[in-house]
C-alpha cells in the first residue's frame, strides 16, 4: 500500500505548518512522523498518531482523521526546516514510509 | 543510552553482495525488532524489512524478497543485513533502525554503499 505526502511546504516563521499523509491503511494503523535534516538520521517527532516523544517540543502535534494524518507544526522556527515522513505498517507488520515532505521556513 | 553502530562504507561492484553490520550497545538486543531502510542520496527512506533478534524471523519488503538477508549474533548483539546481485540502483545509505514503544526510537548512523564497476 502507499502513503501519499505533499512534495514541500513552505511557511514563514511564526507561523503553522501542516503536511498531510494519506493512505487507506491509516483508518486501521497507527502513524509515525519522522524529522530528518541533512546528513543525519531520522527523529521520531510523533508516534501512534499523535504521541509526543520525550523533548520534542510541544508545538509538534499529530492528528488522524479517516484516512488522513496531519503533523501540526505551530509558531515554525528555522529548526524546524527539514524533510518529515510518515509511516505506518500493515497488518502483516510490513512498514512503508510515505515519500517525504520538505517543510522550508522562508 | 543505546547506541546502535553500523560498520563502515562499502563499494562494490555490480552484481556482488554486501553485509552492513549493526550492533546493539545494550544487552536488551532480543527485546526489539531491528529493521533495516535505506535512503539514496537525495531520496526519501525506504523501508527494507525487520528481524527479531529473540526468535530470527524476519519479514521483508516485495522489492527486496529474494535479494535480502537479515540475521544477528545474539552472543555480539549485532544484526546483520546481505543485499546480493548488486545494481547501481542500490547505491544509498543503509540504516538499521530499533523498534521500540515510540516507533523507531534509535537509528545507526547509517552505511554508504556504493555499487559502481
Known amino acids: 500500500y502507499e502513503l501519499t505526502q505533499p512534495p514541500s511546504v513552505s511557511v514563514s516563521p511564526g507561523q503553522t505548518a501542516r503536511i498531510t499523509c494519506s493512505g487507506d491503511?491509516?483508518?486501521?494503523?497507527?502513524v509515525y512522523w519522522y524529522q530528518q535534516k541533512p546528513g543525519q538520521a531520522p527523529v521520531v517527532v510523533i508516534y501512534?498518531?499523535?504521541e509526543r516523544p520525550s523533548g520534542i517540543p510541544e508545538r509538534i502535534s499529530g492528528s488522524s482523521s479517516g484516512t488522513t494524518v496531519t503533523l501540526t507544526i505551530s509558531g515554525v522556527q528555522a529548526e524546524d526546516e527539514a524533510d518529515y515522513y510518515c509511516?505506518?505498517?500493515?497488518?502483516?507488520?510490513?512498514?512503508?514510509f510515505g515519500g517525504g515532505t520538505k517543510l522550508t521556513v522562508l | 543510552q543505546v547506541q546502535l553502530v553500523q560498520s563502515g562504507a562499502e563499494v562494490k561492484k555490480p552484481g556482488a553482495s554486501v553485509k552492513v553490520s549493526c550492533k546493539a550497545s545494550?544487552?536488551?538486543?532480543?527485546?526489539?525488532?531491528i529493521n533495516w531502510v535505506r535512503q539514496a542520496t537525495g531520496q526519501g527512506l525506504e523501508w527494507m524489512g525487520w528481524?527479531?533478534?529473540?526468535?530470527?524471523?524476519?519479514g521483508y519488503a516485495k522489492n527486496f524478497q529474494g535479494r535480502v538477508t537479515m540475521t544477528r549474533d545474539t552472543a555480539t548483539t549485532t544484526a546483520y543485513m546481505e543485499l546480493s546481485n548488486l545494481r547501481s540502483e542500490d547505491t544509498a545509505v543503509y540504516y538499521c533502525?530499533?523498534?521500540?514503544?515510540?516507533?523507531?526510537?534509535?537509528w545507526g548512523q547509517g552505511t554508504l554503499v556504493n555499487v559502481s564497476s
Open positions: 533502525a530499533r523498534t521500540g514503544n515510540s516507533g523507531y526510537d534509535y
Open positions: 545494550e544487552d536488551t538486543f532480543t527485546n526489539y525488532h
Open positions: 528481524m527479531n533478534p529473540n526468535s530470527g524471523t524476519t
Open positions: 491503511a491509516l483508518a486501521v494503523q497507527f
Open positions: 501512534k498518531d499523535s
Open positions: 509511516q505506518a505498517s500493515d497488518s502483516s507488520g510490513i512498514w512503508v
